[in-house]
């Protein structure tokens, strides 16, 4: 009896047979390299350092394969491999920790993930289903597809190029713009939030179907037809060298000054 008790408890404290796959590894990038990112479901936390290197740590579920790292310098895959695709999310998840040098290039990937880049001075492309999407830092080149989940974007510094698109997840971007920047921010029903300085100079195109827009920086919209809910706005601020075009088709556009 006494060995049966022994054992059980054993085994209690043992936990499950299946245990969590755990990733600590690093792998060489030089500063002009990509980091490619690929998961289906958990975290992925992308931030800079001053080195040379990617380094990647985590952990993962029981239907994970492996979380593997490959390539170096100039590219640096991470990817999460399941050991059936047909996992449940839950066991399938992800949640990982990433430093890259600070002019890389992220690309990630991600289904039912939450997606964070931060302090990242080279160009940042990220295509999500579900997940939440959360960028800051010396933002550059920006682009970012999200079907249902929210992309937060947040500039230090004054960025060339965004570019997202959603279908039902909201977009919120505060940023600077350089004197030859392009911004497009498209969504289905999503919300769209731009705030730029006050002192912002560019072209505008907004328009939408059904939603409302409110603009801190000039004229009203106007309706675009007398049959149709929909409204627009086109005008210019300042020596107008950038563009700005916002579109959606019932989600709200809000332009604002900071």
Do not use: Y
């Not at 029981?62 to 491999?81: I, L, M, Q």
């Amino acid at each position: 009896m006494r060995s049966t008790i022994l054992f059980l408890l054993a085994a209690t404290l043992a936990g499950p047979a299946s245990a969590a796959t755990t990733v600590d590894t690093t792998r060489p990038l030089r500063a002009g390299g990509t980091l490619h990112v690929s998961l289906v479901a958990g975290t992925v936390r992308v931030t800079a350092w001053d080195r040379e290197d990617v380094h990647v740590a985590g952990t993962a579920g029981s239907d994970v394969r492996e979380v593997k790292v490959t390539g170096g310098p100039d590219d640096v895959s991470v990817k999460v491999e399941l050991k059936d695709e047909r996992s449940n999310l839950d066991d399938a998840d992800a949640n990982l920790e990433i430093r890259v040098p600070r002019r890389a290039g992220v690309e990630i990937s991600g289904v039912s993930a939450g997606l964070s880049v931060t302090d990242v001075a080279g160009d940042v492309k990220v295509n999500t289903v579900s997940g939440r999407v959360r960028l800051g830092g010396p933002l550059q080149r920006v682009k970012v597809a999200s079907v249902s989940g929210g992309v937060d974007v947040t500039g230090s510094a004054p960025l060339d190029d965004l570019a997202i698109d959603t279908v039902s997840g909201d977009a919120r971007c505060d940023v600077a713009l350089t004197k030859d920047a392009r911004v497009r921010i498209h969504t289905l029903s999503g919300a769209a939030t731009l705030l730029l300085p006050a002192g912002t100079a560019a072209a505008w195109d907004v328009a939408t179907f059904s939603g409302d827009i409110r603009n801190g920086f000039g004229p009203k919209a106007e309706r675009k037809s007398s049959f149709l809910p929909g409204a627009k706005l086109s005008f210019e601020t300042g020596a107008a060298t950038a563009r700005v075009e916002v579109a959606t088709f019932s989600g709200n556009v809000d332009l604002r000054t900071r």
